[in-house]
């Protein structure tokens, strides 16, 4: 795993989508970020970010599509956990064959509701409320 662990606070939406842009230099195909924090902490800000720092200014949400999948000059694969009932779902979509393509990126947001689909090794991602306004964004390496 290459990309250093961090612990940023950010204040803003520019500073979130700031560090979105910064950690989308250091990307690689392979890549998988489970992100993980409540509703409205800035998971799909970051990822939106990251997506447009690559080259692709059109990028929302998959919660009703489950996947995303974004060419530009990485191709990403955007998931979102949030209305999945259980891992079947995931099962029926394809996820393990999108998880093993090792030409692409991965972003899962709400990782956390299905922990037990997520590979051996990848980065998390966790967004925290310090405050109204104030968010503590931490990326943190995990081997199982």
């Known amino acids: 795993m290459k990309i250093p662990e961090f612990e940023i606070f950010s204040n ?5 989508k700031e560090a ?5 230099e250091e990307i690689e195909e392979g890549d998988i970020f489970a992100l993980t924090g409540d509703l409205g902490a800035g998971k799909t800000t970051f990822i939106k970010a ?19 999948v ?5 191709k990403i694969y955007h998931f979102d956990f949030y209305r999945i009932n259980k891992v079947e779902e995931l099962y029926d979509i394809g996820f393990d064959e999108y998880i093993s393509d090792e030409s692409s990126v991965k972003f ?9 689909i997520l590979p051996g090794q990848y980065y998390q991602i ?11 964004i931490t990326l943190k390496h995990v081997q199982n």
């Open 70 to 74: 974004y060419r530009g000059r990485k």
């Open 108 to 116: 899962i947001e709400w990782a956390e509701l299905f922990p037990e």
């Open 126 to 136: 966790k967004f925290e409320y310090v405050n109204n306004s104030k968010r503590k």
């Open 12 to 16: 803003c939406e520019a500073e979130t």
């Open 20 to 24: 979105a842009a910064k950690l989308s």
């Open 50 to 68: 990251v997506v447009k720092s690559i080259g692709i200014d059109d990028s929302n949400s998959p919660s009703f599509a489950l996947v995303n």
